[in-house]
């Protein structure tokens, strides 16, 4: 038998995930079975098995996978994190982001259960809310720097759950309105001295 490359590998993978992320989107964690997964992936069961060794599996992954997609938050300028940050809320009002947010808010509500999605899921917290913190200790004087990361992330989840809620939300008034509270509070750059 020959050798299935990595990109094979990563494909199928993809492709299950992505299967079961619509499953869950649809039908939420406890309506959907491995089974339902099978079925919407349209591989054989055997393989998908081979990837995942149950659902709880493939719902730490979906997190896991949201974390290292994150990770855009810890680098960067001060302009390009805060530019990062304003597109990640632009997003939320993206037609093609509607399966993704009913899933966060689902992954939400496992984690009140289940401790391992908890615990991926706070890790999906801390993580952005720990490089905000350490980026607005230097450009957000007199406040908080980690209760104001809290805050823009409360910000984030605030603008998805609404959205799930009612389409009707104005994100670019949403996305607007943050940019003008983060501008009134982070200082601008001191000048650079003359050469």
Request: aromatic residues 8%; glycine residues 6%; hydrophobic residues 45%.
């Amino acid at each position: 038998m020959p050798k299935v490359s990595d990109e094979y590998l990563a494909a199928r993978r993809r492709q299950i995930l992505d299967a079961a992320g619509a499953c869950f989107a649809r039908d939420g964690f406890h309506r959907t079975s491995m089974q339902d997964i099978v079925r919407e992936s349209g591989i054989s069961a055997g393989l998908v098995y081979r990837y995942f060794a149950g659902k709880d599996d493939v719902i730490a992954a979906i997190v896991t996978e949201w974390h290292d997609q994150r990770q855009v938050f810890a680098a960067g300028s001060v302009d390009e994190r805060v530019g990062a940050y304003l597109d990640y809320l632009r997003s939320v009002g993206a037609p093609e982001s509607a399966d993704r947010l009913r899933l966060s808010v689902q992954i939400w509500a496992e984690a009140v259960r289940n401790p391992r999605v908890r615990e991926l899921s706070r890790r999906n917290v801390d993580d952005p809310r720990t490089a905000v913190a350490a980026l607005l200790a230097g450009v957000a004087p007199g406040f908080d720097p980690d209760a104001l990361a809290r805050i823009l992330i409360a910000l984030y989840q605030g603008l998805l759950v609404q959205t799930v809620w009612d389409e009707q939300v104005d994100n670019e008034a949403y996305v607007t309105t943050v940019a003008a509270l983060l501008g009134a509070v982070i200082a601008p750059a001191p000048p650079s001295a003359p050469r």
